[in-house]
């Protein structure tokens, strides 16, 4: 009898110290299962935390090292971001120079004359589907008759079959698609130059329709 007694004391004892432990005050966050979940640390680029035990206490990957920790041992200094080296032009993903114009009169004449660096393929014009219905299709529609979503709320969309657009260049879409046009806002912050080329290629296919 008195050993039954003494296994639910010791059971409600546990439970009870248990219970305690979780209990979160001030600075102590209790015991946790899973704190990297409940304080997840975004990745700052522009810190350097050399402390590999910097943020111990949030890390359960048991690598050895804190969750704050965020410098490259492989690099001098243990910095994260480097300089080009000296002399250096900057290439895109294609090995291509990143497009440099602007969009003064003169430059915006000026692009009918860019080549698309990429050729008329079945992969090309699907990968410029793609980011079309992304991007584009919301205003211009799927056909590209300005007739999106978008048009039955604001008017003025570009429609890509009409008389001002027949003549279009691949490189004017580029640009228009690069700085804006009209109602349209500038997306070379959304969509990649490779992309806008891409969906260039893709509207001038619409348009045979």
């Known amino acids: 009898m008195k050993t039954g007694i003494t296994l639910k004391l010791t059971a409600g004892i546990t439970c009870a ?18 704190p990297n979940m ?15 035990q910097a943020g111990a206490f949030v890390n359960s990957l048991n690598n050895g090292r ?23 032009v900057a290439r895109n993903s294609s ?5 440099r114009g602007g969009n003064t009169p003169e430059e915006i004449a000026a692009s009918d004359n860019l080549t698309n660096p990429f050729p ?19 205003c211009h529609g799927a056909s590209g008759k300005g007739d999106g979503p978008v048009s039955e709320k604001l008017a003025g969309v ?14 004017r879409i580029f640009h228009d698609v690069t700085f804006g046009y009209g109602l349209m806002q500038p997306h070379a912050s959304q969509v990649s130059e490779d992309d ?14």
Not at 38 to 45: C, K, T
Not at 69 to 84: A, K
Not at 120 to 138: A, F, N, Q, R
Request: charged letters at 25%; a neutral charge; one cysteine or more.
């Open 66 to 88: 804190g969750e704050f920790f965020n410098s490259n041992v492989n690099n001098p200094f243990r910095m994260n971001v480097r300089l080009p080296a000296p002399n250096t």
């Open 158 to 171: 570009a429609n890509f079959h009409g008389t001002a657009y027949q003549n279009i260049t691949e490189g």
């Open 120 to 138: 008329d393929t079945p992969e090309i014009l699907e990968e410029g589907k793609l980011k079309y219905d992304i991007y584009c299709k919301h």
């Open 17 to 34: 110290l248990s219970l305690l432990s979780c209990g979160a005050g001030k600075d102590d966050p209790g015991t946790e299962y899973a």
């Open 38 to 52: 409940y304080h997840s640390i975004a990745y700052e680029p522009l810190t350097q935390i050399t402390d590999e």
């Open 95 to 99: 090995g291509r120079t990143p497009f």
């Open 196 to 209: 806008r080329w891409k969906i260039a290629k893709y509207v001038k296919q619409l348009q045979k329709k």
